[in-house]
């Protein structure tokens, strides 16, 4: 299973890891930071982590389902 990939894949196999882990990284800190530079309510603070930590299961499906 030594298949060569067109650079072209390779780097949007890159970038798509790359997002995938940027909004992973900020759901996270949404749920978990408590101390955020701006204003927030608890609760839409750590809804829309949730919905970024969705999104990046999202976008990480799309990667699997591409390659």
């Known amino acids: 299973m030594n298949q060569k990939i067109a650079p072209k894949q390779q780097i949007q ?3 798509g890891i ?4 940027i909004y992973l990284a900020l759901g996270l800190a949404f749920v978990f930071v408590k ?3 701006f204003d927030m309510s608890p609760t839409l603070r750590i809804g829309f982590g949730i ?3 969705a999104y990046a299961g999202f976008r990480l499906y799309r990667v699997i389902k591409q390659r």
């Open 18 to 21: 790359v997002f995938f882990l």
């Open 35 to 37: 101390r955020m530079p």
């Open 51 to 53: 919905v970024l930590i």
């Open 13 to 15: 196999l890159i970038l």
